[in-house]
């Protein structure tokens, strides 16, 4: 059943991949408008698609070049193509960003504060007891004191968390004959570009290996979202950031459940089910994947862009999403 939460996402969603689609089909038509007026191929420029196309774009390419004194269609070279592709490309970006900001505030207007603990003195007080086994009574105040220690780990409240975890695909081959300095800050820049993207998403908790990272959330749609984020920021950190020869890739998973954590709990130190099975979908995910579980599926809001694997992880069957998947699922929509 569709929610006003999921609708308002979803919409979001159609709305951002309208302005990407149309911010790039502008820049290429500048590009090639420029380019066929350098090379004056007659079959191409007297094409259906092209007289179309120029016929759009022509008003705002005489415009500009009306203010640096050129003239469209050009008898000398003329940039004013080059330049509206360079501001439609900017104007896309700034779209979506702002769009982007949009969604996450609405996400988290829609996520309940992160309770906080309540610190409690510990359920047998300050006082310290030197017991042995030694007599019947000694027995019976051990036995009577293990009652209450079971009783109070029996009784702490768990909280509902979701997991998240990425791990960087052949790191140790990607290393293999590059320079320490673009190995040391490649991973560095991978790491904070994720630390950011996580901190976005209202990440709660998180630990990292050298090339790794396990992280907790209070809400599934801010998590979701999160490792979304990370697998579509990819291209565009390979192609500014990475200055290895090999591309990062990386495959997520992602679980919950309900954890005893508390507000200063090392997430490392946390042992859980729920956290092993989060593990597992990573390790058995798809390059450049998100992997979840059918009973996380079959409780997310929308499960746009999310397919059948037909493989099970731990007795779940597993649906993976992938940025492009996810633009088919919203050009469907659309």
């Not at 302005?19 to 090639?32: E, K, P, S």
């Not at 990425?166 to 820049?189: C, H, L, N, P, Y």
């Not at 099975?277 to 450049?288: L, N, P, T, Y």
């Not at 397919?307 to 779940?316: E, H, I, K, L, N």
Request: charged fraction near 20%.
């Amino acid at each position: 059943m569709f929610t006003a939460r999921s609708l308002t996402l979803g919409l979001i969603a159609v709305i951002r991949f309208v302005v990407n689609a149309v911010g790039l089909i502008a820049v290429l038509a500048y590009v090639a408008i420029f380019v066929l007026a350098m090379v004056h191929a007659p079959k191409i420029q007297n094409a259906v698609l092209v007289v179309r196309m120029e016929h759009v774009f022509a008003p705002s390419i005489r415009s500009v070049s009306s203010w640096f004194g050129w003239h469209w269609p050009a008898t000398t070279t003329n940039f004013a193509p080059l330049i509206l592709a360079a501001a439609a490309g900017v104007v896309k970006q700034v779209l979506d960003n702002i769009l982007a900001r949009i969604d996450l505030q609405l996400r988290s207007s829609w996520t309940p504060a992160p309770a906080r603990a309540q610190g409690k003195a510990g359920a047998l007080g300050s006082d310290r007891y030197k017991l042995s086994a030694e007599s019947e009574s000694d027995r019976a105040l051990l036995l009577k004191r293990y009652r209450e220690i079971e009783d109070a780990l029996q009784s702490t409240a768990r909280k509902s968390c979701t997991f998240v975890s990425i791990d960087v695909v052949g790191s140790t081959e990607m290393k293999r004959g590059e320079r320490e300095t673009a190995i040391a800050a490649t991973f560095q820049a991978y790491e904070e570009m994720v630390r950011h993207i996580f901190a976005q998403y209202r990440v709660w908790k998180q630990t990292w290996t050298p090339d790794g990272v396990m992280a907790c959330f209070l809400d599934r749609d801010l998590a979701m979202a999160a490792a979304q984020q990370v697998l579509m920021a990819l291209e565009a950190f390979n192609a500014s950031e990475n200055q290895l020869r090999t591309p990062i890739k990386v495959r997520c998973g992602l679980n919950e459940g309900e954890v005893v954590i508390f507000e200063d709990s090392a997430l490392e130190k946390v042992a859980d089910h729920a956290i092993d099975v989060a593990g597992h979908m990573q390790k058995h995910a798809s390059e450049d994947a998100l992997q979840i579980g059918d009973a996380v599926h079959a409780r997310l809001a929308s499960s746009a862009g999310f397919a059948a694997t037909g493989r099970s992880v731990d007795g779940y069957a597993t649906f993976e999403w992938t940025p492009k998947s996810q633009n088919v699922a919203v050009a469907t929509q659309t």
